[in-house]
């Protein structure tokens, strides 16, 4: 298929957003015979930089690219798209609670979810990035109550990638040679990365996790605390490897994941493996024909459930605090 499909980008002139649109309209993320439309949406203030951008995809001279368009409103950047990356959101700042950042939040992804069912097209894929992703999708969704919540989905691909480097950093085995690893729950500290369905060279993932002081004491809080340690050596948040996680994101939900693996991705929740419905769960998924199916008939240990069951508690907080404030 040739036609070019509308992808538009919330918070374009941030750091994720100016890292992730180059890869797009380069062809990372659709594949290479995909023309693209793309739409910046900024807040009015940085409007100005998003033009900076532009002149800079311009530069590019991506083939692929067939045009570049700047919004402040949303109604207009979401009109007829065919996918939408949500990254842009209000970030916390110094003093403020964690309430006052989930409605500040909320506003906007009620927003966006509302113009999104009204204008975009009628098969729309999206995927939030903004924090609390999680949280900020199942309102987006709850907000578009014509389109499918299944086409609304938020990141925790980063956290996955973390998962698959740290076993890679750890046992040897090479990146490619790692498959079925999952991330459960939220995109926040309480996310739990389950590595005993994974498959790590020529060891099962079992028999890696049987390390618990390892398992326990360094693998988990390392990939949770990923984004802590990051800005704190660079001095600003992880944006190209978010970026490449959001496009890793889509591609395969747009082209398949591999027949023998599966990736994770938070959707909202049929009720799957005792996670309340309609809460935005991150899941082990494959996705098959461009839709994302839960792996299912997994087997969950007792240390995994009680760490699954304590992330999505902390989903059902986060939605409890935020209807709460509606
Ligand atoms: P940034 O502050 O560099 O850029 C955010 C951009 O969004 C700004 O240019 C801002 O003007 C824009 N923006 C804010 N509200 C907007 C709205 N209502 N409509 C359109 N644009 C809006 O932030 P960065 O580093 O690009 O991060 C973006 C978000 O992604 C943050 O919420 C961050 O916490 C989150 N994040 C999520 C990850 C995940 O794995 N789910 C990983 C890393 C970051």
Excluded at 171 to 191: C, E, K, L, Y
Aim: glycine share 8%; proline share 5%.
């Amino acid at each position: 298929d040739t036609t070019p499909v509308v992808v538009t980008v919330t918070g374009a002139a941030g750091s994720i957003g100016y890292a992730a649109v180059f890869r797009i309209a380069a062809g990372d993320m659709l594949g290479p015979d995909r023309p693209i439309k793309l739409r910046l949406l900024e807040l009015p203030q940085a409007v100005s930089a998003a033009h900076g951008t532009a002149m800079e995809l311009q530069d590019g001279a991506f083939p692929l690219l067939t045009s570049v368009d700047i919004f402040d409103d949303a109604r207009a950047a979401f009109d007829g798209t065919d996918f939408g990356l949500l990254i842009g959101a209000k970030p916390r700042s110094k003093g403020m609670e964690r309430a006052d950042l989930l409605s500040a939040n909320s506003a906007i992804f009620a927003e966006q979810g509302a113009v999104i069912n009204d204008v975009a097209a009628d098969d729309i894929r999206v995927i939030v990035v903004g924090n609390p992703a999680n949280t900020n999708a199942a309102v987006a969704a709850a907000s578009a109550p014509d389109v499918p919540a299944e086409r609304f989905t938020a990141l925790t691909r980063l956290d996955h990638n973390r998962a698959i480097a740290q076993l890679a950093a750890h046992t040897g085995a090479p990146v490619r040679d790692i498959s079925r690893v999952s991330i459960w729950g939220n995109h926040s500290a309480t996310q739990y990365p389950d590595i005993f369905h994974a498959r790590i060279g020529d060891r099962s993932g079992a028999d890696v996790a049987a390390d618990t002081d390892w398992l326990v004491g360094d693998f988990i809080p390392t990939v949770a605390a990923r984004g802590t340690a990051i800005i704190e050596a660079r001095g600003a948040s992880s944006a190209a490897s978010a970026a490449n996680a959001a496009i890793d994101h889509v591609r395969d939900w747009v082209l398949g994941t591999p027949a023998d693996d599966w990736t994770s991705a938070a959707v909202s929740s049929p009720g799957a493996y005792g996670v309340p419905e309609g809460l935005m769960c991150s899941f082990p998924v494959r996705s098959v024909d461009g839709a994302w199916q839960i792996v299912d008939g997994l087997e969950i240990n007792e240390f995994s459930r009680a760490r699954i069951d304590a992330s999505v508690a902390e989903l059902q907080s986060e939605l409890d605090a935020v209807a709460a404030r509606r």
